[in-house]
């Protein structure tokens, strides 16, 4: 099926630095999320995206947060700063008409 | 808000049963995907099925919207089937929030 790519596959970073997650959509979708997994618990719905703007967030989806897709290129996700609780698994996932498909996810670790 | 509750959460059966995996949502749906998640972590689409059913291989999806309520069937087990299964919905129309089901992991033993 259409692949979603997540860039980088692992990321570790200090306590109060920025990250900036990437994502490269199937080329004709639309609609974009991000979605939070700390090992072994539920997969958790952060933001959606479309035609350049948030259209839904969660709690989960911090002031320290932020997404983008400038000028069609990858779709971001940006901590600033990040948090110890912020260590997860990001996962990027696309729509065009139903069906999402996701990409394999960013293991970040915060220290 | 939207609530998806899968059940059971966790499973064991021998190679060559068969599972029910269901998913109870409390609001009204305008999708239904369900996925299987690998150990490692990355996600497989298994189902679109907003309604009615749908038939893949060993795998069987029924979604009754009246019921709120959607199962996955797995007949013949293997090994290979042993993961996490979550289901997806997106509810409320004129939203495209998609929310997940609390999963259900499968263990198959040989």
């Known amino acids: 099926g259409p692949k979603v790519l997540q860039i980088p596959s692992h990321q570790i970073i200090d306590m109060g630095q920025m990250v900036t997650l990437n994502c490269d959509p199937v080329?004709?979708?639309?609609?974009f999320y991000w979605y939070k997994q700390i090992l072994g618990q539920q997969m958790e719905f952060l933001v959606n995206?479309?035609?350049?703007?948030?259209?839904?967030k969660s709690k989960l989806f911090k002031d320290q947060f932020s997404v983008e897709r400038p000028d069609g290129s990858y779709f971001t996700l940006k901590i600033q700063p990040t948090a110890l609780e912020d260590s997860a698994v990001y996962f990027c996932?696309?729509?065009?008409?139903?069906?999402?498909?996701f990409g394999s996810g960013t293991r970040l670790t915060v220290l | 808000g939207q609530q998806v509750q899968q059940s059971p959460a966790s499973l064991v059966l021998q190679e060559g049963e068969n599972a029910e995996l269901q998913c109870n949502f409390s609001?009204?749906?305008?999708?239904m995907q369900w996925f299987y998640q690998r150990p490692g972590g990355s996600l497989v689409s298994l189902f679109y099925?907003?309604?009615g059913t749908k038939h893949s291989g060993r795998l069987t999806s029924t979604t009754v919207i009246k019921e709120r309520r959607s199962s996955l069937h797995i007949s013949s087990s293997q090994t290979t089937d042993s993961g996490t299964y979550l289901c997806?919905?997106?509810?409320?129309?004129?939203?495209?929030?998609?929310?997940f089901g609390t999963g259900t992991r499968l263990q198959v033993l040989p």
């Open positions: 996932a696309t729509r065009g008409a139903e069906t999402l498909y």
């Open positions: 080329s004709n979708h639309l609609y």
């Open positions: 995206f479309y035609n350049g703007k948030v259209m839904e």
């Open positions: 609001t009204s749906l305008n999708s």
């Open positions: 099925n907003p309604s």
């Open positions: 997806a919905l997106g509810g409320v129309p004129n939203t495209n929030k998609v929310v």
